[in-house]
């Protein structure tokens, strides 16, 4: 059960705070992966950690 406050954590909802972001999963080889796209510029790439710290990542892209 996803409470109201995880929800304020929760990818889809943060993304969607993103004006020109959107939200996306891939399956590759089995794996189901998880990926931001958007903005303009150079290409960032965010390698993965702690899925509970995306929400300090899209935080720190907000300029």
Do not use: R
């Amino acid at each position: 059960m996803i409470t109201k406050e995880k929800e304020k954590y929760d990818d889809e909802y943060l993304v969607s705070t993103l004006s020109g972001f959107t939200n996306h999963h891939q399956y590759v080889n089995g794996t189901q992966l998880h990926f931001v796209s958007g903005g303009q510029g150079s290409t960032l790439i965010l390698l993965p950690g702690w899925p509970q710290l995306g929400g300090a990542t899209i935080k720190s892209c907000q300029f």
